[in-house]
C-alpha cells in the first residue's frame, strides 16, 4: 500500500476510528502507529474519534455476569458437594476447578461475536451508539436529546449492495438505552449491511426511505 493512499480522508477516518476502539491489530496497528508521526492529519483524526468515544467509557456500567452463569457453574459441581474439605489437596484442586468452569462459563457468556456503529451529526459528534451481539436484536444507546420537527423521526435502515432496503425502527430522541428487536429479512446478514438515518414522516418507518439521508456508516466489529 503506498503511502499515498493513507492520505486520502475516508481511509484515514476508518483507520482512526478502529485504532482508537482497538479493533486494528499487529502489523496493521504498528504501521498505522509508525504513520502518526508522518502525517498530522491522522494524529488529528485519532484526537476527534478519542473525543467523541470519551462519554462512552464515562458512562459504561460494570458487567454483572447473569443467574445462568451461576447456574451452570453450580449445576457442574453438583449440589451434593461436601460443605468441608478434609485435605488441603483437595480444597486446592476444588478452587481451581470453580476458576477454570467461571471462566469458562463467562467466556461463552461474553464473548460473542460483537458489532458496533456510532451515528454522528453533521459535526461529527455521536447521537446513537448501535451495539449488535446477534442477528435478533440491536442495543441502542441514545447520548443526548434530538430536537426533531413535529411529526418527524429519525429512522434506522439497512442498505445492502444489491440494492435492497430494509428499514430497522425508530431511533429515540430521548437520552437513554434501548432494545431494538430485528424485523424479518429473508436470511439476510445485517452485518453485512450498510446502516443508514434518514428523517421521516412520523410515527411509523415507511417501507423505502422518502426523506432525506442523514447518515450512513459501517459495522466495525470488535
Known amino acids: 500500500m503506498s503511502a499515498m493512499r493513507y492520505r486520502q480522508p475516508e481511509l484515514q477516518e476508518r483507520l482512526a476510528s478502529e485504532y482508537v476502539l482497538g479493533t486494528l491489530h499487529g502489523r496493521a496497528r504498528q504501521r498505522f502507529e509508525h504513520l502518526l508521526a508522518e502525517i498530522p492529519e491522522l494524529a488529528d483524526r485519532v484526537a476527534a474519534w478519542q473525543a467523541r468515544l470519551e462519554p462512552l467509557d464515562e458512562e459504561l456500567a460494570p458487567v454483572t455476569p447473569p443467574a445462568e452463569v451461576w447456574g451452570g457453574i453450580e449445576a457442574h459441581l453438583g449440589a451434593a458437594a461436601p460443605r468441608r474439605w478434609r485435605r488441603l489437596t483437595l480444597l486446592a484442586t476444588a478452587a481451581t476447578v ?3 468452569l467461571v471462566s469458562i462459563l463467562l467466556y461463552r457468556q461474553l464473548l460473542q461475536p460483537q458489532h458496533l456503529l456510532v ?3 453533521e459535526h461529527a459528534q455521536p447521537i446513537w451508539v448501535v451495539q449488535a451481539s446477534n442477528e435478533k436484536r440491536l442495543k441502542i444507546k441514545t447520548l443526548k436529546s434530538m430536537a426533531m420537527p413535529e411529526n418527524k423521526v429519525c429512522v ?27 424485523p424479518s429479512m429473508d436470511r439476510r446478514d445485517p452485518m453485512r449491511a450498510t446502516v443508514a438515518v434518514s428523517i421521516e414522516q412520523g410515527p411509523r418507518p415507511p417501507p423505502q426511505p422518502r426523506g432525506e439521508i442523514v447518515f450512513r456508516g459501517r459495522w466495525i466489529e470488535l
Open 98 to 100: 470453580v476458576v477454570a
Open 119 to 121: 451515528v454522528t451529526d
Open 156 to 182: 434506522l435502515w439497512f442498505e445492502w449492495p444489491d440494492g435492497h432496503v430494509q428499514p430497522v425502527g425508530v431511533l429515540s430522541d430521548d437520552p437513554g438505552e434501548r432494545v431494538m428487536s430485528l
